[in-house]
């Protein structure tokens, strides 16, 4: 592509759905029909209504919607149909910026494939390298892969290849073309057959300059499928703010969180420090609360996302890892405790809630030193937004349990702190101690394989041994 003008455009109308719309008059055959409606998807939504018939004419696909809107489905129908039509191993790619999101188009992918048994292998990681490295040698249909752990595979494990290709996707595709990912990304793209011989879709709610820049690279003759306004929030979301000072947030989210009793919550933070602290708070004053965050082993962040996705807790307190993609249905609010510093990250945080046609609530904490990034994000999304009432007496009262549960929660995060240290140094002594126990063992066996030569050497053991016998 030479310029972005060779882009071809299919606008949805945001207010306006076209009746009688089926998956069936979309082009999908009966087996996938029966599996959306197994899963509940009753009508396609606006994304899919927009994005499956192009798909189908295999263009390649830019697809813009809002959180919510049904993208996983608008990509992985169409993968499952053409698999249907030509079964392949190692058939698709997914790549997607966050393990957990990972996870979640797995279970999709299965759940929509399960009348045709298709295998999916999900590649992050945090996980074990051998039991991955087994699961691609099964050769599965779909892979699906943060772009790290891919690209360790790809160096690393003998037999594995993404030659036969034939579909690529990126879901938040303006993360994945972060410079976080791009080192990564150009060695799993050079790997890649061209793409003249595979489709590829980008997905996500909000794109940026560097999707341009790729679809030069890798896109063939594009369609840009956008249902969306560029940063929009969806309709049905209520969104407030709330301006305090910054020494009382925590008793402000503690009477939120009391107001909201019995509703599911996502508090989201800026830090792995305070996420800890804020759950160890709240659970020090009886919510059920559990942390998810980026310094949590795979195996903790997925325990904690079950319990949460589960119900088995109201609230689940977060760092970024948890904006993107997840969808949990039954969100009812979401809380920003810090401003995110990047204002695309708002629309990605309270599109956790309101998914799917369901109404939500987002309330943004805004302190003093806020101000200058709050308004960013209502310059980005195009509109103010309206004041989160509270009364401040009566949020007050909460002032001294609050503080008292925050010493507790400090008190806590130290001695989990101690006893990371202390396990490090047994760790390290132990390491220190078989190191020596095989050298000195390793030094034995040489002087005795010495020994041995010498006295062979000279026929010194022969001799022995013929005056043993007499």
Known sequence: MDNDNNLTEVNGDKNHVQENITFKSLGLNDVLCEACEKL???TPTKIQCEALPVACQNRDIIGLAETGSGKTGAFALPILQALLTTPQRLFALVLTPTRELAY???EQFEALGASIGVKCAVIVGGMDMMSQSIALAKKPHIVIATPGRLVDHLENTKGFSLRSIRYLVMDEADRILNMDFEVDLDKILKILPPSSTRSTYLYSATMTKKVAKLQRASLRDPVKVEVSEKYATVEKLQQAYLFIPAKFKDVYLVSILNDMNGKSVIVFSSTCTTTLRLALLTRNLGFTTVPLHGQMSQTKRLGALNKFKGKARSILIA????????DIPHVDIVINYDIPTHSKDYIHRVG????AGRSGKSITFVTQYDIELYQRIE????KQLPQYSTHEDEVMLFLERVNEADR???IQMKEM?????GSRQNRKRKEKQNGD???TKSTNKKRKHESNDSENGFGVKKHLKKKRKN
């Open 408 to 410: 507790q929660a400090r």
């Open 379 to 382: 310059h980005l999304i195009g």
């Open 40 to 42: 509940g998807w009753k």
């Open 104 to 106: 979640q188009i797995s």
């Open 319 to 326: 760092t970024d890892v948890a904006s993107r993609g997840l």
């Open 437 to 439: 126990f095989d050298e």
């Open 417 to 421: 702190e101690d006893e990371k240290k």
């Open 352 to 355: 956790r809630t309101a998914r």
